[in-house]
């Protein structure tokens, strides 16, 4: 059972962010501008609703100095202490050319990114609080930015047109360009399920692994999708994991637990689940199995619009896969879930989620973190409280 953390927000909470440390505090951003502090109990420390009343899309902590909060509305952030929420420290006034949605700080604190609904990444000096760099080159909403763990002057990028970008900010056009459209379609026995409609793979997430090697994107077409980054910062292998009957809204690596590729990930079919990567092809280095490829992407490359297949050529093979696969599917019974298995699986993965729970709302926000010495996911979702799953027992 799911503890709730309640009696704060009046509306639909977004997101949720966490400060390191065992003493860690969080901090979550609802509809209409508010913006609530918790302690590591689920006691809420502090409230505030920000002028303009603008949906809070993201928080970020810095992780050199746990005292700075980060918070996106509009196109603007707002700089806050999570410690004493009277108002804003500071206000970066439009900073993003249009909606901010993701905010990520680097690893020495110096730069925070943006991504925005004109599909521009822009990064901030912190020390100055001005726009050092402007990226372009998402031709939709930018939704989805991270820094790259122990490379603070590398980040990725994802979209609604479907591209993962990798940016040194050295530079300004990305190192590559890798489209999950592309992935899809390429990809051996890709298949769609029942009730999906057939969704394009619209990224909604991305986030790095501690080791910055290995990025995992959730898309609407409800999967997960597995990028590794070689040497000379090279797009090396991609691969998947079939996450969710729904759309994947939410994917993120832990950085607490014995090894950094465990994931957990979220879904518009009210699904949290935590996976366990360290035996998938992509991550082991195996370059073998379905859903992994080993050949390198070409750096900016675009989908070719020929390439596209019409939605009934989609039906007429996603049907005859699924008559191919369905007595296999039928025969599989992975086990260690929390609540049984997801008979959709990717057969690239070995075993399951280690962890499946769920929670039968749409999920807006996964946030892992340790609370009082536990690993825990907390849950965002369309809902003015906050729940906690506990993770302990791995």
């Given at each position: 059972?799911?503890?709730?953390?309640?009696?704060?927000?009046?509306?639909?909470?977004?997101?949720?962010?966490?400060?390191?440390?065992?003493?860690?505090?969080?901090?979550?951003?609802?509809?209409?501008?508010?913006?609530?502090?918790?302690?590591?109990?689920?006691?809420?420390?502090?409230?505030?609703?920000?002028?303009?009343?603008?949906?809070?899309?993201?928080?970020?902590?810095?992780?050199?100095?746990?005292g700075?909060?980060?918070?996106?509305?509009?196109?603007?952030?707002?700089?806050?202490?999570?410690?004493?929420?009277?108002?804003?420290?500071?206000?970066?006034?439009?900073?993003?050319?249009?909606?901010i949605?993701?905010?990520?700080?680097?690893?020495?604190?110096?730069?925070?990114?943006?991504?925005?609904?004109?599909?521009?990444?822009?990064?901030?000096?912190?020390?100055?609080?001005?726009?050092?760099?402007?990226?372009r080159?998402?031709?939709?909403?930018?939704?989805?930015?991270?820094?790259?763990?122990?490379?603070?002057?590398?980040?990725?990028?994802?979209?609604?047109?479907?591209?993962?970008?990798?940016?040194?900010?050295?530079?300004?056009?990305?190192?590559?360009?890798?489209?999950?459209?592309?992935?899809?379609e390429?990809?051996?026995g890709?298949?769609?399920?029942?009730?999906?409609?057939?969704?394009?793979?619209?990224a909604?997430?991305?986030?790095?692994?501690?080791?910055?090697?290995?990025l995992?994107?959730?898309?609407?077409?409800?999967?997960?999708?597995?990028?590794?980054?070689?040497?000379?910062?090279?797009?090396?292998?991609?691969?998947?994991?079939?996450?969710?009957?729904?759309?994947?809204?939410?994917?993120?690596?832990?950085?607490?637990?014995?090894?950094?590729?465990?994931?957990?990930?979220?879904?518009?079919?009210?699904?949290?689940?935590?996976?366990?990567?360290?035996?998938?092809?992509?991550?082991?280095?195996?370059?073998?199995?379905?859903?992994?490829?080993?050949?390198?992407?070409?750096?900016?490359?675009?989908?070719?619009?020929?390439?596209?297949?019409?939605?009934?050529?989609?039906?007429?093979?996603?049907q005859?896969?699924?008559?191919?696969?369905?007595?296999?599917?039928?025969?599989?019974?992975?086990?260690?879930?929390?609540?049984?298995?997801?008979?959709?699986?990717?057969?690239?993965?070995?075993?399951?989620?280690?962890?499946?729970?769920?929670h039968?709302?749409?999920?807006?926000?996964?946030?892992?973190?340790?609370?009082?010495?536990?690993?825990?996911?907390?849950?965002?979702?369309?809902?003015?409280?906050?729940?906690v799953?506990?993770?302990?027992?791995?």
């Amino acid at each position: 059972m799911a503890q709730r953390w309640s009696g704060v927000h009046a509306s639909p909470v977004l997101c949720v962010g966490a400060a390191g440390g065992p003493d860690g505090l969080l901090a979550s951003g609802a509809e209409g501008g508010e913006v609530a502090v918790w302690n590591q109990e689920g006691q809420p420390l502090a409230q505030l609703r920000l002028s303009g009343e603008e949906d809070v899309t993201c928080t970020a902590f810095s992780p050199t100095a746990p005292g700075l909060l980060y918070v996106s509305h509009g196109e603007t952030v707002s700089v806050l202490d999570p410690r004493n929420l009277a108002g804003p420290v500071e206000e970066l006034k439009n900073v993003g050319e249009d909606e901010i949605n993701s905010l990520s700080v680097n690893e020495t604190g110096t730069s925070l990114a943006l991504g925005d609904d004109s599909g521009a990444v822009r990064v901030l000096d912190l020390q100055t609080g001005k726009v050092s760099r402007t990226l372009r080159k998402h031709t939709n909403i930018c939704s989805s930015i991270s820094f790259r763990p122990q490379r603070p002057q590398s980040l990725v990028s994802a979209g609604l047109d479907m591209q993962v970008m990798l940016w040194n900010l050295q530079k300004a056009r990305p190192v590559w360009t890798y489209s999950l459209q592309e992935a899809a379609e390429e990809e051996d026995g890709h298949q769609q399920r029942a009730g999906q409609m057939f969704n394009p793979p619209l990224a909604h997430c991305i986030s790095a692994a501690s080791c910055g090697n290995v990025l995992a994107c959730a898309a609407e077409d409800g999967r997960v999708h597995l990028t590794r980054v070689g040497s000379g910062s090279r797009h090396e292998q991609q691969g998947g994991i079939k996450a969710h009957s729904q759309g994947a809204s939410q994917a993120h690596f832990l950085s607490f637990l014995p090894h950094p590729y465990w994931l957990a990930t979220g879904g518009n079919d009210g699904v949290v689940a935590l996976w366990d990567l360290s035996e998938h092809p992509l991550v082991a280095g195996e370059g073998k199995g379905q859903g992994s490829k080993t050949k390198a992407a070409p750096a900016h490359r675009r989908k070719p619009k020929s390439k596209a297949k019409s939605k009934s050529q989609n039906q007429r093979d996603a049907q005859a896969e699924e008559e191919k696969t369905e007595k296999q599917q039928s025969e599989e019974n992975l086990s260690g879930e929390a609540s049984g298995v997801d008979p959709n699986q990717e057969k690239s993965t070995k075993t399951g989620p280690k962890l499946k729970f769920s929670h039968e709302d749409k999920v807006n926000w996964v946030c892992p973190v340790m609370l009082k010495g536990q690993p825990s996911l907390v849950v965002a979702d369309q809902s003015s409280s906050l729940s906690v799953y506990s993770l302990a027992g791995l």
